[in-house]
């Protein structure tokens, strides 16, 4: 042992002495700085303004910044550069051959090379941390940085990533020395290597890279920076980057020392056993790690959760936005809660609604247990969910994206005349997306639960279902002599949704589908919401019927347009709901609707302006009030304060006042925020959040209300500002001419 150790030493010694003038370690270094100084001297001429959270931690935001391009692209270039340089060295004119002449065992001749391509990568990465944490540190000297951000030094997190990132280069960096070694070619080596990274991004995009890619496993840092979910050092990609880089350095040591692949693997036949058990152990190791996790039911349901808040909260309450049940009351002390939930809970995407303040959405079922971390800073709203629902909830925050093909087909009325090209694309299209639904793990191989993945191929399939049935609308208005056959493989599709599905009752694709479906051969010509609202009532008695009677009804009320049409569904068809509680918390909603309904009295509102002076919205009473409810922490909120800005400024001089109206906990967070809007709009602070939204009625926000001059309601439920028909209603209320 003491001899390999010495004659490794030995070897790594020479190597040292040989590699100079090579510059690896010289370009190892200016590869590690070269982000951080380019990423500081954007910083210092750019124009562009940051946008800082309570939380917000300068030099670890710097680094998780210019992290990307290190590991999406010079970390592997570096590599591939050293380790073909370090090969090349001893190729030229026999140089392998002539070492073996001297007194070195092959095993220290192979590994003190590998040795200086580790010490390479650690340069580069020990130089990127080094200069980021300097170079962050210098760059608040030369911009205005606000004094609540953080600049504390996060040592645990930063060494873990600079510690994820050596190991995720192993694979990689064994693998192209092994190819370096073999091929005496140093341009085919590099060729080599360039094919790997560039295969890489392009495969990568197309979603067909895999796991254990050497260049992939690199890449992945710049996408999970925060490292993992659960509480794992490494990655299990990491992890893999380990096992195949020692398995890598066994192949390519092997193969070395015996120059032939027989020789290495095969002759005499007894290596034949050993090596196929070193390749039957990697795979099955392997196997055991790349094989997702799943979460298990547990035997209770639970929630519970921490708030991390400027402000302190009491109580929350879980519910189903949908149907509008309320599951449970959840109380909050020092803001933590944890709550044990009797009822049943079929798999569905609920909501927390905390003290009214705001509301986060969360997917959840019977005997699952989950924790969530809520941080409520400033005008920041974050959440994360742990536990047995953590891989669905990123499935979701991952998934919004909306457009395909088929729905650009209808919107630009193509294929209308060519119905089995369209019938094509739409089957392809779905096969493709129905596909992917269970493709997803998490940073840490977890992947959703079956019933979320049996929910995720029906909505799915709804969403193509439905883009079939606005196709065969569109082509009966074009050919309305025509019949349209619907071919066997779009019937397949058709097959997988059932039309009394009650895991799918409180999603607006599944109620699209089914009204349509219901109501398709009813050729009446009357009001279409009576003929859905009918066909409805025609189902059978059942929960089902019930639910799917209560949300359509419920919906239709909300988008009535007068008093007369609210009464009329609720006369005509209120008392076909057998659901005693269904049946009150329709009536209630609608009780609720007629109070805030055009001509009745506005109920006061208690505010607070940024001088602290306590006042009643009545104060304005004799002017029209245009009216922005909004927080801080609500992303949708700022994108429409400069349209309600717009407004003010635009009609300052007409009889109407605007005013904004925070529902912020944190009044400090709402005073910082709100001093430095426009003057023409004027700001206030909610007194009383909780009665203020039982008064009118608002469960979420943006929220836009226009009170008249003689302090009645004209419009509780405004468009937004962005919407052309906010602007048109605003005229109406003011007896002006339309805009042309």
């Not at 880089?245 to 066994?250: E, I, Q, S, V």
């Not at 279902?465 to 349209?484: A, G, H, V």
């Not at 912020?664 to 023409?680: F, G, I």
């Amino acid at each position: 042992m003491k001899k390999n150790i010495s004659n490794l030493n030995i070897a790594f010694k020479g190597e040292t002495l040989k590699k100079k003038g090579t510059g690896i370690y010289t370009s190892s270094f200016i590869i590690g700085v070269f982000m951080p100084i380019v990423y500081f001297l954007f910083n210092i001429f750019s124009d562009k303004k940051t946008e800082y959270g309570a939380d917000f931690n300068f030099i670890t935001n710097f680094v998780y910044e210019v992290i990307n391009p290190l590991a999406v692209f010079f970390l592997p270039l570096i590599i591939i550069i050293n380790a073909s340089k370090i090969a090349q060295l001893d190729h030229k004119n026999g140089g392998w051959n002539l070492m073996e002449t001297q007194p070195l065992q092959k095993f220290s001749i192979y590994f003190s090379k590998l040795i200086v391509l580790f010490i390479a990568n650690f340069i580069v990465i020990f130089n990127f941390f080094i200069s980021s944490v300097l170079l962050a540190m210098l760059l608040s000297l030369f911009i205005e940085i606000p004094e609540y951000v953080s600049f504390q030094i996060e040592f645990y997190s930063l060494i873990n990533l600079l510690a994820r990132v050596f190991v995720a280069s192993v694979f990689l960096t064994s693998l192209q020395y092994l190819l370096s070694v073999l091929i005496p070619s140093f341009i085919w080596s590099l060729l080599i290597g360039f094919f790997l990274l560039i295969s890489n991004t392009i495969l990568s995009n197309l979603n067909l890279i895999p796991d254990w890619s050497p260049i992939e496993i690199v890449n992945k840092i710049s996408e999970y920076k925060e490292g993992s979910d659960i509480g794992n050092y490494f990655l299990y990609t990491e992890i893999m980057s380990v096992i195949l880089g020692l398995f890598t350095m066994y192949i390519g040591f092997k193969w070395y020392k015996n120059k032939s692949f027989l020789k290495a693997f095969i002759i005499p036949y007894k290596k034949v056993v050993i090596s196929l058990f070193v390749i039957l152990f990697t795979l099955l190791l392997s196997s055991y790690i790349l094989k997702p996790n799943q979460y298990k039911e547990t035997d209770s349901t639970t929630l519970s959760g921490i708030i991390e808040s400027n402000s302190f909260f009491k109580q929350a309450f879980l519910i189903h936005p949908k149907i509008g049940d309320t599951i449970c009351a959840i109380p909050i002390d020092n803001n933590q809660f944890k709550v044990s939930i009797k009822s049943k809970l079929p798999l569905d995407e609920y909501q927390i609604v905390i003290d009214n303040s705001f509301a986060v959405n969360i997917i959840m079922s019977s005997k699952d247990s989950i924790f969530t971390k809520i941080k409520h800073l400033g005008n920041k709203l974050e959440t994360k969910f742990y536990g047995t629902r953590l891989a669905e909830s990123q499935y979701k925050k991952g998934n919004n994206s909306n457009w395909n093909i088929i729905s650009y087909y209808l919107d630009q009325n193509q294929l209308i005349d060519e119905p089995k090209l369209f019938f094509k694309e739409l089957y392809n299209a779905w096969e493709k997306v129905y596909n992917s639904t269970d493709k997803f793990k998490t940073r840490d191989n977890y992947i959703p639960k079956s019933d979320f993945i049996e929910l995720e191929k029906k909505l799915v399939s709804l969403e193509y279902l439905n883009y079939l049935n606005e196709y065969l609308d569109k082509r009966k208005s074009m050919f309305p002599s025509i019949k349209t056959e619907i071919p066997l493989n779009i019937q397949e599709i058709k097959n997988k949704i059932k039309l009394d599905d009650e895991t799918l009752i409180s999603q607006d694709l599944y109620l699209t589908y089914l009204i349509y479906e219901i109501s398709k051969n009813d050729t009446r010509d009357i009001d279409l919401k009576i003929k859905e609202i009918e066909n409805i009532s025609k189902l059978k008695e059942s929960k089902f019927k019930n639910r799917l009677l209560y949300s359509y009804l419920k919906t239709n009320l909300e988008d009535a347009t007068s008093s007369d049409e609210r009464k009329n569904i609720i006369t005509s068809y209120a008392n076909t709901i057998t659901d005693v509680k269904l049946k009150n918390n329709l009536e209630n909603n609608f009780k609720t609707l007629e109070r805030l309904g055009k001509g009745n009295e506005a109920r006061e509102i208690a505010l607070k302006d940024l001088n602290g002076t306590l006042l009643n919205l009545s104060k304005f009473k004799g002017k029209f009030i245009a009216i922005d409810v909004w927080a801080t922490w609500c992303g949708p909120c700022k994108y429409e304060s400069p349209y309600f800005e717009k407004m003010a400024i635009k009609y300052k001089k007409e009889n109407i006042v605007f005013v904004a109206i925070s529902s912020d906990k944190d009044e400090k967070a709402w005073y910082l925020d709100a001093k430095n809007k426009s003057k023409s709009v004027q700001q206030f602070h909610l007194e009383n959040a909780v009665a203020f939204s039982k008064d009118y009625n608002v469960n979420s926000i943006p929220r836009f209300i226009l009170i008249d001059d003689k302090g009645k309601i004209y419009n509780a439920s405004m468009p937004r500002p962005s919407e052309a028909s906010f602007e048109m209603i605003l005229r109406k209320a003011l007896n002006l001419s339309d805009l042309n």
